[in-house]
C-alpha cells in the first residue's frame, strides 16, 4: 500500500505565493516520477509540473516562470513553490507518484482571489 499525503493548500490573494508538499509513504521506498496536477471546476485534469528520481523537472507553460518543484534526498517527498499566484491558479492540486503504477493523493484545495 502507497499513500500520498498532500498539504499546504489555501487562500492566497492575487500575486502571493504558497508551498505544496506531498509525502509518500508504504511500501515503495523511492519512485521514478512524481509531480502535480490540477483540476479547476468544470475543467479536465491537468499537468502542472513533475521531476524524475535523478532531479530533473517540467513544467506546464502556464507556470513556467512561477512553480518550482523540488524532491526531497530520500525522493518520497516532493515541494511545489507557487509563486506570484494568479487566480487562473485556482483549483485542487494532487499529487501523484508513478512506479509501475500510478498512486494519487486526494488533493488539496488552492484559492486565488483577485
Known amino acids: 500500500q502507497v499513500q500520498l499525503v498532500e498539504s499546504g493548500g489555501g487562500l492566497v490573494q492575487s500575486g502571493g505565493s504558497l508551498r505544496l508538499s506531498c509525502a509518500a509513504s508504504?511500501?515503495?521506498?523511492?519512485?521514478?516520477?512524481m509531480g502535480w496536477y490540477r483540476q479547476a471546476p468544470g475543467k479536465e485534469r491537468e499537468l502542472v509540473a513533475s521531476i524524475t528520481s535523478g532531479g530533473s523537472p517540467t513544467y506546464a507553460d502556464p507556470v513556467t516562470g512561477r512553480f518550482t518543484i523540488s524532491r526531497d534526498n530520500g525522493k518520497t517527498t516532493i515541494y511545489l513553490q507557487m509563486n506570484n499566484l494568479k487566480p487562473g491558479d485556482t483549483a485542487v492540486y494532487y499529487c501523484y507518484a508513478a512506479e509501475f503504477y500510478v498512486y494519487w493523493g486526494r488533493g488539496t484545495q488552492v484559492t486565488v482571489s483577485s
Open positions: 508504504g511500501s515503495i521506498f523511492s519512485f521514478n516520477v
